[in-house]
T-cell receptor, first 111, second 115 residues
Framework: GDSVTQMEGPVTLSEEAFLTINCTYT??????LFWYVQYPGEGLQLLLK?????DKGSNKGFEATYRKETTSFHLEKGSVQVSDSAVYFC??????????FGQGTRLTINP | EADIYQTPRYLVIGTGKKITLECSQT?????MYWYQQDPGMELHLIHY???????EKGDLSSESTVSRIRTEHFPLTLESARPSHTSQYLC??????????????FGSGTRLTVV
């Protein structure tokens, strides 16, 4: 069935380090792909999205490229800040507005 | 500004009480969802609705019930709260249609503690 697998956390980095959070998916058809971010005590916020193969989503210095050949949508940021500490969810967007979420990756950035 | 609102943000309540968690959206979205989020962060879909008078149970069995009498309003009710209901509850909405997936807009959540 349709599923998303995310890199297991927690992930701890120092400020200004390079970040990669891996996400791979299994799906039939042509899904959209999303990254959501959840700050402490809040709901999920859409961080970026891509709707077709080779699309690159970007926002707030984060990027992810829709790779159909490797069924991946890895999240990257060149230089993380303490304020990036949060939980990140990869999600697969299917038809009829169904979303399938990964299990979430907790990221902590130390000053 | 179009948004989705959940109230209350925090609720501490005694065992056996009836509670209703409120969720309203101003975007005119047809589809609405309730998720339960466990301490391990994973999201579990407990209810969803594709329009007025339409409600369905999600992937995780829940003792809660929902109603959808108005497009903008999707409340969740627990008739008799128990400590096992302690969790974060997240409401979300999405436009209707069967094609392109726009993703969901989430509320800020309600953190429920049953003592």
């Amino acid at each position: 069935g349709d599923s998303v697998t995310q890199m297991e956390g927690p992930v701890t980095l120092s400020e200004e380090a390079f970040l990669t959070i891996n996400c791979t998916y299994t799906a039939t058809g042509y899904p959209s792909l999303f990254w959501y971010v959840q700050y402490p005590g809040e709901g999920l916020q859409l961080l970026l999205k891509a709707t077709k193969a080779d699309d690159k989503g970007s926002n707030k210095g984060f990027e992810a490229t829709y790779r159909k050949e490797t069924t991946s949508f890895h999240l990257e940021k060149g230089s993380v800040q303490v304020s990036d500490s949060a939980v990140y969810f990869c999600a697969l967007g299917l038809r009829a507005q169904k979303l399938v979420f990964g299990q979430g990756t907790r990221l902590t950035i130390n000053p | 500004e179009a948004d989705i609102y959940q109230t209350p943000r925090y609720l501490v309540i005694g065992t056996g009480k009836k509670i209703t968690l409120e969720c309203s959206q101003t975007m005119g979205h047809d589809k609405m969802y309730w998720y339960q989020q466990d301490p391990g962060m994973e999201l579990h879909l407990i209810h969803y609705s594709y329009g007025v008078n339409s409600t369905e149970k999600g992937d995780l069995s829940s003792e809660s019930t929902v109603s959808r009498i108005r497009t903008e309003h999707f409340p969740l009710t627990l008739e008799s709260a128990r400590p096992s209901h302690t969790s974060q509850y997240l409401c979300a909405s999405a436009p209707g249609g069967t094609g392109y997936n726009y993703g969901y807009t989430f509320g800020s959540g309600t953190r429920l503690t049953v003592v």
